[in-house]
């Protein structure tokens, strides 16, 4: 037999061989990373998933939690995995922030990581304490403007995502706020609800609970759409900055070397998740809305805000905590 002859069998056998392991995965648990505490948005979203794979599939999908480093010990967990699709990440902004935020840069996510599906996004809202001085964003703005650097907001952390979105917000509109960082959104919205400082940046799903107790109050929500949860407050886009959107976003992803017919059987079963009233609900009541498409926007997507969050942390010299 000619060489080439061995050589297209031996190809045509590996093919056979790949999709069968398409066809028999998954054959044990499969593990859900998630670089934060349980109980925290992208925790939920991950474990709503994971439930809807599990009886899609037949196979547990338990979530590991693996806070710390600003989730950069969970994604080098995941970077350093067998690439066989039995370890995933439950990955937001984090991923496409962090490569611009740490020196040296701790990873390289489009090399390092597949997407296997964006998942959805959650609203960055900016709230005020319920006896603040101003009922929108607009008027907060005005104020900003008469006192640069003087309106402090509170956030989760340095080079959080709404710590992120605020910074775009006072670019878009030319103003300078004072910024305060926090160990997290409990913290920043207890001082928020205490008076300590004026405003707080959080996800919607955080400030929901006090803004229904006439505790809080939101001025802005910095996603495209309005949200479910609030469906009275208006978008920054709507507030005189046509196109600004700043949200949290979720997707799965997997290491880079994992096989292809994984990856699309995956992302064909997130995609039939999505699709659910179950996993929608779920969503929901964590203030978001599912966001179905195929890898390659997710792809676009962590790429797209690599090169946004890359200028931003330069031009605003956004230090990680």
């Given at each position: 037999?000619?060489?080439?002859q061995?050589?297209a069998?031996?190809?045509?056998?590996?093919?056979?061989?790949?999709?069968?392991?398409a066809?028999?995965?998954?054959?044990?648990?499969?593990?859900?990373?998630?670089g934060y505490?349980a109980?925290?948005?992208?925790?939920?979203?991950?474990?709503t998933?994971?439930?809807?794979l599990?009886s899609?599939?037949?196979?547990?999908?338990?979530?590991?939690?693996?806070?710390?480093?600003?989730?950069?010990i969970?994604?080098?967990?995941?970077?350093?995995?067998?690439?066989?699709?039995?370890?995933?990440l439950?990955?937001?902004?984090?991923?496409?922030?962090n490569?611009?935020?740490?020196?040296?840069?701790?990873f390289?996510?489009e090399?390092?990581?597949?997407?296997?599906?964006?998942?959805?996004r959650?609203?960055v809202v900016?709230?005020?304490?319920?006896n603040?001085?101003?009922?929108?964003?607009?008027?907060?703005?005005?104020?900003?403007?008469?006192?640069p650097?003087?309106?402090?907001?509170?956030?989760?952390?340095?080079?959080?995502?709404p710590?992120?979105?605020?910074e775009?917000?006072?670019?878009?509109?030319?103003?300078?706020?004072?910024?305060?960082?926090y160990?997290g959104?409990s913290?920043?919205?207890?001082?928020?609800i205490?008076?300590?400082?004026?405003?707080?940046?959080?996800?919607?799903?955080?400030?929901?609970?006090?803004?229904r107790?006439?505790?809080?109050?939101?001025?802005?929500?910095?996603?495209?759409?309005?949200?479910a949860?609030?469906?009275?407050?208006?978008?920054v886009?709507?507030?005189?900055?046509?196109g600004?959107?700043?949200?949290?976003?979720?997707?799965?992803v997997a290491?880079?070397?994992?096989?292809?017919?994984?990856?699309?059987?995956?992302?064909a079963e997130?995609?039939k998740?999505?699709?659910?009233?179950e996993?929608r609900?779920r969503?929901?009541?964590?203030?978001?809305e599912?966001?179905?498409?195929?890898?390659?926007?997710?792809?676009?997507?962590?790429?797209?805000?690599?090169?946004?969050?890359?200028?931003l942390v330069r031009?605003?010299?956004?230090?990680?905590?």
């Amino acid at each position: 037999m000619k060489i080439h002859q061995h050589v297209a069998l031996w190809i045509g056998t590996l093919g056979l061989c790949v999709s069968a392991l398409a066809q028999n995965y998954p054959s044990k648990p499969v593990k859900i990373v998630v670089g934060y505490a349980a109980g925290g948005a992208v925790d939920v979203v991950a474990r709503t998933i994971g439930q809807s794979l599990q009886s899609s599939l037949g196979q547990a999908f338990v979530v590991e939690n693996k806070p710390g480093a600003g989730t950069n010990i969970a994604v080098k967990s995941v970077i350093t995995a067998e690439p066989d699709g039995y370890t995933l990440l439950m990955a937001a902004n984090a991923l496409a922030a962090n490569m611009a935020l740490y020196q040296p840069q701790p990873f390289d996510a489009e090399k390092d990581l597949v997407a296997v599906s964006m998942i959805g996004r959650v609203p960055v809202v900016i709230a005020a304490n319920a006896n603040a001085p101003y009922a929108n964003v607009k008027q907060l703005i005005d104020a900003a403007k008469g006192k640069p650097n003087t309106i402090a907001y509170g956030s989760p952390g340095n080079g959080s995502t709404p710590h992120m979105a605020i910074e775009l917000l006072a670019r878009a509109a030319g103003i300078d706020l004072q910024h305060i960082p926090y160990r997290g959104g409990s913290p920043a919205i207890t001082d928020t609800i205490g008076g300590q400082v004026p405003l707080v940046a959080v996800n919607a799903l955080e400030v929901l609970p006090h803004v229904r107790s006439g505790k809080l109050k939101v001025l802005g929500v910095l996603s495209t759409n309005r949200s479910a949860n609030f469906p009275d407050v208006p978008t920054v886009a709507e507030s005189g900055f046509p196109g600004f959107e700043a949200s949290v976003w979720y997707g799965l992803v997997a290491p880079a070397a994992t096989p292809k017919p994984i990856v699309a059987k995956l992302h064909a079963e997130v995609q039939k998740a999505l699709q659910t009233k179950e996993v929608r609900e779920r969503m929901n009541a964590v203030g978001g809305e599912v966001m179905p498409g195929s890898a390659e926007m997710f792809t676009q997507l962590i790429r797209s805000e690599r090169v946004r969050y890359d200028k931003l942390v330069r031009e605003a010299n956004i230090k990680p905590d």
